[in-house]
């Protein structure tokens, strides 16, 4: 055997391919062609045990490479015990896929954040964005405040919203006889991402009763944290009649054309920006 000749396979995180590709980038560029004579990644696309091997051979300086590493990389490790036989036998079985590595500079085609024909899966940081924004887009959910004697028109937007495949809370399906009011009103409140605010002059009627809290905890909300918002639609007020903390808000006038169709595009877009 050559003096120097020895090879490496060392485990690196298949979830993190963007911040490894700086480790695979420097041993190519700081060891010469002459020295480092095989550079391979093995990856594992098995979604229950997603895995990414970088295998080098090297004709002579491999104790330069472990002082190098040592000093730059300490805490890649060489893994024992499993041999590249291995990974070529598991090839057959269409177990790895492999790629040889010549080049930093084709380190973004082969070791890419996103998937491609090589890694089926894009990074960790990827993968939590999508699926998180997608979890929160199931769980959007409208909030209808409105005063009783008006329901029969928020029923109408109800019923545009179910079309419309948005989750609404709506007292008339969420509150049953035994319930406690308070419980399910905060519930609700809890977990809608939007307040749709139906004012008129009942909504503003003290005996109304839970309708101005509800708008406050919207605004509140919207003040804290801007997460939370609220559409304002206005059944039968004159301008100044609307609170003065909500007059600064374009509202959606219920009694112009197009209303309905209005109220959904506003939904629409407040769920499409999350």
């Known amino acids: 055997m050559m003096e120097g000749y020895k090879s490496f396979l060392i485990s690196l995180d298949y ?93 973004d085609f082969q070791m890419p954040s996103t998937s491609n024909e090589i890694f089926l899966f894009p990074d960790r940081e990827i993968m939590n964005k999508k699926f998180g924004k997608r ?21 109408k937007v109800f019923n545009e919203l179910q079309k419309s495949e948005v989750k609404v809370w709506f007292d008339r399906y969420e509150i049953r006889p035994g319930d406690s009011i308070t419980e399910k009103l905060n519930a609700g409140l809890k977990k809608s991402k939007l307040g749709l605010l139906f004012l008129s002059k009942n909504f503003l009627n003290s005996k109304s009763g839970w309708t101005m809290s509800e708008a406050n905890y919207f605004f509140q909300k919207r003040i804290r944290d801007k997460e939370t918002k609220f559409v304002v639609v206005n059944i039968d007020l004159a301008h100044d009649e609307i609170p003065p903390l909500l007059q600064d808000y374009k509202f959606i006038n219920w009694k112009s054309d197009g209303a309905l169709f209005d109220i959904i595009s506003a939904v629409n877009s407040v769920k499409n920006d999350l």
Do not use: C
Not at 59 to 77: A, G
Not at 135 to 152: A, D, M, R
């Open 15 to 107: 979830g993190n391919r963007k911040d490894e590709k700086k480790f695979v980038g420097d041993v190519l560029d700081d060891f010469d062609k002459d020295s480092l004579t095989g550079a391979v990644l093995f990856i594992n696309n098995n979604i229950y045990s997603l895995e990414l091997y970088f295998f080098l051979n090297f004709e002579k300086n491999s104790d330069k490479f472990e002082n190098w590493l040592n000093n730059n990389y300490p805490e890649k490790t060489r893994v024992y015990n499993l041999h590249v036989n291995e990974f070529y036998e598991a090839m057959q079985r269409k177990a790895y896929n492999t790629t040889s590595l010549l080049d930093s500079k084709m380190l």
């Open 135 to 155: 979890q929160e887009i199931e769980n959007f959910t409208v909030f209808l405040s409105h005063s009783s004697k008006e329901k029969h028109l928020v029923d």
